[in-house]
């Protein structure tokens, strides 16, 4: 038994629920036009780990607040960082924090908030489309 999933935005399609572009724990890297590659990860808990080890680990990231490491991550050739870094303040996350040295719960609460912001769903407004699961 299986499934696929049909639809939906990339980063819902592909269990990548931070829209990484690369990771060691993708098991592929799928082009896809015109938004570029994206990395896919074999179950939702395994993308999950992923965006927490690229941002706790990551010497591109490491003794940055958060709002220097999010113009690294999503930069603005792809985002508006400066919104970007706006609605990580109204999801609460306190943007002055410096990575890796973070709270469990603070670890928490800005993966969540990445992942609204990334779309993450069926349904999510980034990278288009209403999303199905087919089971076989």
């Known amino acids: 038994t299986g499934f696929t999933r049909d639809g939906g935005n990339i980063p819902w399609r592909f269990f990548n629920p931070g829209a990484m572009r690369d990771s060691s724990l993708s098991c592929a890297i799928i082009s896809t036009k015109p938004n ?24 591109k990231y490491k003794g940055r607040p958060i709002r220097e490491a999010i ?15 706006q609605k990580l303040k109204k999801l609460g996350i306190n943007v002055d924090k410096v990575l890796p040295n973070l709270t469990a719960e603070e670890w928490t609460e800005l993966e969540s908030a990445i992942t609204t912001l990334e779309g993450w ?7 288009g489309g209403t999303g199905t699961v087919n089971h076989f």
Request: charged share 20%.
């Open 71 to 85: 113009k690294i991550y999503a930069p603005k050739k792809e985002n508006n960082t400066a919104l970007y870094v």
């Open 121 to 127: 769903g069926p349904n999510g407004p980034s990278y």
């Open 36 to 59: 570029g590659d994206f990395a896919v990860f074999a179950d939702e808990a395994t993308g999950r780990k992923a965006l927490h080890l690229l941002l706790s680990t990551s010497s």
